[in-house]
């Protein structure tokens, strides 16, 4: 996973580890703070709620529930990171994590969100679902991560229709998911 350091008017890259690490973002030495940026995924069931994954043990933020996502990727030498660059990563996580295949072109930048300790995270609205087929993912998902010898990323997954449900959900959340649950029951 990578994440950017801000360093004058440039910024520069660097490994982070998200299984088993320490909850991001940290601190690198010096003045500047470690910048994390990260794509996520707001996946809609056809009845308008919405999906929200809750973190495994094994992850950096263990019980955290959050939207399908990760941090964004440093680009390939001579890449551009543009915006089809960054609707792949997000496919990317969206199948890696829940087994779901949505191409980017079918992701829409939704909204841009700084959380607090500087994160940036940008949100691609996918297309509605029928919640069976989330349910479904989610089980094969974390049945193949089982059978290859891994705590799968994800514990639990829930759908929920607006901020009051998403209170309703046991444990911390992720510093963006309110407002972006909030907004969108009400783009509805």
């Known amino acids: 996973m990578g994440a950017a350091v801000h360093a004058g008017s440039h910024h520069t890259w660097h490994r982070t580890r998200l299984r088993g690490a320490r909850p991001y973002p940290q601190r690198v030495p010096g003045p500047h703070g470690r910048l994390v940026a990260a794509v996520n995924v707001l996946q809609p069931a056809e009845d308008g ?8 043990s094994s992850t950096a933020t263990p019980g955290c529930w959050q939207l399908p996502g990760g941090s964004v990727e440093p680009p390939l030498d001579g890449a551009a990171l543009d915006e089809s660059a960054l609707a792949g990563q997000a496919a990317r996580e969206l199948a890696e994590e829940l087994g779901i295949g949505v191409a980017a072109g079918d992701l829409t930048l939704w909204v841009v969100t700084r959380g607090k300790n500087r994160s940036i995270g940008l949100t691609y609205l996918a297309p509605a679902l029928p919640e069976e087929t989330l349910h479904v ?3 094969a998902a974390a049945a193949t991560e089982r ?12 759908l929920v229709r607006s901020p009051e449900e998403l209170a ?14 909030r907004r969108f029951s009400g783009h509805r």
């Open 147 to 158: 059978a290859e010898g891994r705590e799968p990323e994800l514990d639990d997954i829930a």
């Open 49 to 56: 709620r919405v999906l929200v994954v809750r973190m495994s």
């Open 137 to 139: 993912a989610f089980a």
């Open 168 to 181: 309703g959900l046991a444990g911390p959340h992720a510093d963006y998911l309110e407002p972006v649950v």
